[in-house]
Every structure is written in structure tokens, then in C-alpha cells.
């Protein structure tokens, strides 16, 4: 008898937990007849009209409208995800507004005080002496020549400068700044066109960039595009150095970051084809200029000289190249002189970029550039910042170089 009792509580035990697991499993929800739910295919799902219509469903009030499917009613009820809007602003390209040009390079003027001020310092305390014999005229001299000035400039500067002092007589520091400042004013030369040819009539002003490797070209056509969008220009970039392999994506990086398009090719394209394709574009699109990147070439190398001249030419069949300029190192000196006279006998350079002008005290070098080729210097690069390259001002240039700091 109590192993029937004992057994009998075995059994209702079983029996009782299994009922409460079913439960737990079932979420406590009543279950339809059987055990478990029926397993049913895709087909044998109910129409999605009536009281039986799946869950996602939405089904018409109207009965004569056509039910809306599942997607039309998830487009109606449920908003645009705000992700997307975020997703869409960081995948379009952030477009700078570039610095104002005007007062550039008065903004930039600490800087050239800074690098040339010992240029100008010396030239002065020289010419302060208490007594200017020859030894002061002969270091005068140097100090010119230091500067990469040229010979004949120096000469020049001395030989005016000593008639003005022996004429006067003045050892007055102002007055002897005042003589120093119209004499170097004048070698400079404030007469010269300095303005970029960018306004020709009823086409693109077409704008040629070349130099030897390393000068910054690349970076100086991307800084110069900032110049020009900052004057409101509609500018084109014509990737032509195709050699280096990532010049392309260097120029399109800086067109894209001021809204400006880039034609470019593949690497080893004929640099002229590339330079015929963007000037194309540039009158297709009416464009305000087209600038044409090239690849860096030493002067001595006369097939890559040869081939300079062939992309002018070439760009000539359709449009006339109102501005060649030459991307010259400041801190080469005499041999950046050179440098340009190969290439302005090639391709008749316009037009003098200075770059590098902050990180050297040879002003002298401007003047001793303009007298080797006759044409001016237009621009001058003084930093590494994107707008660090300003329209040049004889003017300004002289009084930085004798300013005090």
C-alpha cells in the first residue's frame, strides 16, 4: 500500500511539472488544439483581408480600394530614419570659402619681416656708420650680393646710393631708411603688370603651370584656384602631370575642396592630351579660366623640355594660353635663374611664382629674377596654409624687408 502512494506521487509530480514548462514556454498563452502549434508553408498563409490577415498587413476600410501591400504601408506609417539625413551630409564634400585676396600679403607680412629682416638690418646699420668709407661700401656690396640681388643690381644699388649719401650727407637713420627704401623700390620695379591674365573674352583664360620637380607646383595650382574662386571665378583643373603618380588625386583633392572639377587621366597618358581634354571642357562648361597642371622637368633634360613645348602647342589648337607661369624655390637663389631661363625660352613664360619666400632672407632674389627674364614676379608663396599665397606688391615687399621688428 505505500509503495502504490509513493508511485502515485511520483506520477502527479511528473505530471505537474511538465504542465508548469509548458507554460513557461509557452509565455502563458493559450495554445490552439494540440499540444503545439501547426507548422504551416508560405501558400497556405490566409488572404490578407479579413480578421485573419497577417500581422504587417494593413488592409483597405474601403472595401472597392485595393489593399495595400506591406511596403506601401510601411512608406505611409513609418518616417524617414534620421540616420540617413546624417549619412547623406558626411557623404557630400565639405566646400571652403577661401581668405579674401585683398590683404593678403599684408597679413603675411610678419612673416617676410621675420625671414629677411637681417637683409635689411645690415643694409641700414651700414649705412648709419659714423663714417661710410670704402670698407662700408665694399660690405654694403657683399651683403647685396648675399641676397641673391645679381651683380649687376648691386652695382647698380651702390653706385645710386652713393651719390644720394655723398649729395646729402645725411646719416640721419630715418632719412638713411627713406633713401635705401626708394632705391630698392625702384630696382623692384612698381611699374610692372603684375595682374594675372585671367579676363579673355568669350572663352576660358587659359592658365599654364610649370617648373622643375619639387618647386610645388601641384600645390601651387591649388592654392592659385583659391585666388581665383575668392575673386568669384568659375575655375577648371587640368591634371597634365601624369607621370608622378599621385599628382592627380593631389590636384582633384584640392579642386573638390573648393567645388572646382578636375579632367584628369590615367597614369601615362600624354600629358598634352590631358591639357587638350580640360581646356575642352573648360570652353564646353563656360568656364572663367582653366588652369593646366604639368608635370616637373629639369631644365637640362631637352626631351622633357621638348615635350613641355608640345603640350602648349597643343592646347593652342583650340584656345590661345593667355598665362604661363613658372613655380620657382626661393631657396635656390642664382640657380632658380637658370631654371627659368630654359623654360621661358620654351614655352615664353609670363609670369614668376615665388614660393618658399618665407624660408629664406634672399629678397634679392626677386629683382635679380625680373632683370634675368624681363617679365615680373606675380605671386608669392609664404607658408604652408591653403591660402598662404598672395598677389606680389613691390611696395609692400621693400618695406618688409626694411621694416624693424
Not at 306 to 328: A, M, N, P, W
Request: no cysteine.
Amino acid at each position: 500500500m505505500d509503495f502504490d502512494v509513493l508511485t502515485l506521487f511520483i506520477v502527479l509530480a511528473v505530471v505537474l511539472a511538465g504542465t508548469i514548462g509548458l507554460f513557461l514556454l509557452t509565455g502563458g498563452r493559450r495554445l490552439p488544439e494540440g499540444t503545439f502549434p501547426e507548422t504551416r508553408d508560405a501558400d497556405d498563409l490566409p488572404e490578407p483581408d479579413g480578421p485573419d490577415a497577417p500581422a504587417g498587413t494593413a488592409v483597405a476600410e474601403d472595401t472597392d480600394a485595393a489593399p495595400l501591400t506591406t511596403a506601401e504601408a510601411t512608406a505611409e506609417t513609418v518616417a524617414e530614419p534620421e540616420l540617413s539625413e546624417e549619412v547623406a551630409e558626411e557623404a557630400a564634400p565639405t566646400i571652403e570659402t577661401p581668405e579674401p585676396v585683398a590683404g593678403r600679403l599684408a597679413r603675411l607680412r610678419a612673416r617676410l619681416v621675420k625671414s629677411n629682416n637681417v637683409f635689411g638690418r645690415s643694409l641700414l646699420a651700414l649705412l648709419s656708420s659714423d663714417q661710410i668709407d670704402e670698407d662700408v661700401w665694399d660690405e654694403i656690396e657683399e651683403t647685396l650680393l648675399m641676397a641673391d640681388l645679381g651683380t649687376e643690381p648691386t652695382m647698380e644699388l651702390v653706385d645710386r646710393l652713393r651719390e644720394r649719401v655723398k649729395v646729402e650727407g645725411s646719416r640721419d637713420p630715418d632719412r638713411v631708411r627713406a633713401l635705401l627704401r626708394e632705391e630698392l623700390t625702384t630696382l623692384v620695379d612698381p611699374s610692372l603688370d603684375r595682374s594675372l591674365n585671367v579676363r579673355a573674352a568669350g572663352r576660358p583664360a587659359v592658365v599654364l603651370v610649370v617648373g622643375v620637380n619639387g618647386v610645388g607646383k601641384t600645390t601651387t595650382v591649388g592654392k592659385l584656384a583659391r585666388v581665383l574662386v575668392a575673386e568669384d571665378k568659375d575655375v577648371l583643373l587640368g591634371a597634365a602631370d601624369t607621370f608622378r603618380a599621385a599628382a592627380a588625386e593631389q590636384l582633384t583633392t584640392w579642386g573638390s575642396r573648393l567645388g572646382v572639377p578636375t579632367v584628369s587621366r590615367d597614369e601615362g597618358t600624354d600629358p598634352a592630351s590631358v591639357a587638350y581634354d580640360a581646356v575642352a571642357a573648360g570652353i564646353e562648361g563656360e568656364v572663367d579660366v582653366v588652369m593646366v597642371d604639368t608635370a616637373g622637368r629639369l631644365q637640362n633634360k631637352a626631351n622633357l623640355m621638348d615635350e613641355l613645348g608640345k603640350v602648349k602647342r597643343v592646347i593652342e589648337k583650340q584656345s590661345e594660353v593667355d598665362e604661363v607661369l613658372l613655380v620657382l624655390d626661393a631657396t635656390t637663389g642664382q640657380n632658380g635663374l637658370n631654371q627659368a631661363k630654359v623654360f621661358s625660352e620654351v614655352v615664353d613664360v609670363s609670369g614668376i611664382v615665388l614660393t618658399k619666400l618665407d624660408g629664406t632672407a634672399r629678397g634679392g632674389i626677386v629683382v635679380a629674377i625680373q632683370r634675368q627674364l624681363g617679365v615680373p614676379v606675380k605671386l608669392v608663396g609664404l607658408g604652408e596654409g591653403p591660402d598662404d599665397l598672395a598677389p606680389f606688391d613691390a611696395e609692400t615687399f621693400v618695406d618688409a624687408l626694411l621694416e624693424e621688428r
